[in-house]
C-alpha cells in the first residue's frame, strides 16, 4: 500500500510543536503533503527539513511568514518542480509536484477568499488559471494526486453550517462550480468523498467559540486523484482526536507499489 497523508499545518513549526511529527512517525506514510509552513526553508528546524528517513522538497512565499508548502517522501522522486507556473501564485509559495514513474503526487495550497473582497478576487483568478494545469497534466497520460487545502466545501455535507454559509468564501456557488466542473467534466475524483460517505466528517474548524468541541467544521482537505490512482485508493481517514493545528490530517491508502 501507498499511504499519502495531507496537512494544512497552520505554521509548521507551530504543528511541531503540538506533537504532529511524533504522530505522523506512527503512521508508515510514504508522501507527507503540508500546506501552511509559514517559514523559509532556511528557518524549518533540521529535524523537520530533513525528517528522518524522508526527502523533503518546499515552495515558500517570498512573503515571510506566509503560505508555503512543502512534500515529504521516502520514495526517491524522478523529479521534482516547485510552482506551476504563474508568476503571481508561485510568488505565494502554493505548490510542489513530485514524479514517481507515472504517478505525479502535487502538495498545493488554495487561496483564502475570507480576508477580503481583493483576496477572493486573487482565489477565482487561481482558479481560473489553475484548471488548465490539471487538465494538461490529466491530458498528458499521468496519474495524479493531488493533495491540499482547496478553502471550498464542496456540498452541503460538506460543512456543518450550509444554509448559514451559502454567501460566505469556502462555499459560495461560483467555487462549487468550479469543483463540480473538476469532477464532472473534467474526471477528477474526491477520494476521500468516494471512500467515506458518511456526514460531519471535517478537516477545519473555526479557532472561535467552541467549534472543534461541537464539530461545527468544514471538509476543505483533500486528496484529488486522477480515475486510474482514484480506483486504487483502499482506506481513508481524518485525524482529528489530537489538535496540532486548525486543520486535522487526512490520509489514504492506494493499492499501489512505487
Known sequence: MLRILTF??????????KGFFDWFARQNADVL?????????????????RLPGYQGFFHCAEKKGYSGCGLWTRIAPQAVRTGWGDEEFDAEGRYVEADFGRLTVISAYFPSGSSSEERQAAKYRFLERFAPHLLSLKEA????????????????????????????????????????RLFDDMGWVD????????????TWWSQRGQARAKNVGWRIDYELATPGIAALARATDIYA???FSDHAPLWVDYDVTL
Open 141 to 180: 497520460g499521468r496519474e495524479v494526486v493531488l493533495c491540499g487545502d482547496v478553502n471550498i466545501a464542496h456540498r452541503e455535507i460538506d460543512l456543518k453550517n450550509w444554509k448559514g454559509n451559502l454567501d460566505h468564501s469556502g462555499f459560495l456557488p461560483e467555487e462549487r462550480a468550479w469543483l463540480d
Open 33 to 49: 503533503c503540508v500546506q501552511e509552513l509559514k517559514a523559509q526553508e532556511a528557518d524549518l528546524p533540521e529535524e523537520i527539513r
Open 191 to 202: 477520494v476521500f468523498r468516494r471512500l467515506d460517505p458518511r456526514p460531519e466528517r471535517y
Open 241 to 243: 482526536a489530537e489538535k
Open 8 to 17: 494544512n499545518a497552520n505554521g509548521i513549526r507551530s504543528a511541531a510543536k
